[in-house]
Nanobody
Framework: QVQLVESGGGSVQAGGSLRVSCAAS????????MAWFRQAPGKEREGVAG???????VYKDSVKGRFTISKDNAKNTLYLQMNSLKPEDTAMYYC???????????????????WGQGTQVTVSS
């Protein structure tokens, strides 16, 4: 099973940018569904962005135009570029992955088999 480790979180002022990364190891397959989720205190974990084995992407409406999910297959790394950050983006950000044998990713939490430990993103006003 793939292991995931996030990095790049931190504190930033509203309007600023941040890029978080997710390094994967133990990669056994060439195609994965991968996603970023986030969870703020007192709230449920929610999907932020997803990318499938063909590099198709999907985003939560509130981050469209501000966030970009991408991957570098050669480096086994997933990225989330976050621009124009808002205080409501403050959360623990998690990456998730699941092999995509037949590709047809489902963008809900229980679909994913592997999870990182999370990286904290804090946006101040």
């Amino acid at each position: 099973q793939v292991q995931l480790v996030e990095s790049g979180g931190g504190s930033v002022q509203a309007g600023g940018s941040l890029r978080v990364s997710c390094a994967a190891s133990g990669v056994s397959y060439s195609r994965y569904c991968m996603a970023w989720f986030r969870q703020a205190p007192g709230k449920e974990r929610e999907g932020v962005a997803g990318i499938d084995g063909d590099a198709n992407t999907v985003y939560k409406d509130s981050v469209k135009g501000r966030f970009t999910i991408s991957k570098d297959n050669a480096k086994n790394t997933l990225y989330l570029q976050m621009n124009s950050l808002k205080p409501e983006d403050t959360a623990m950000y998690y990456c998730a992955a699941r092999p995509a044998f037949y590709n047809g990713c489902r963008w809900y939490e229980d679909f994913f088999a592997s999870w990182g430990q999370g990286t904290q993103v804090t946006v101040s006003s």
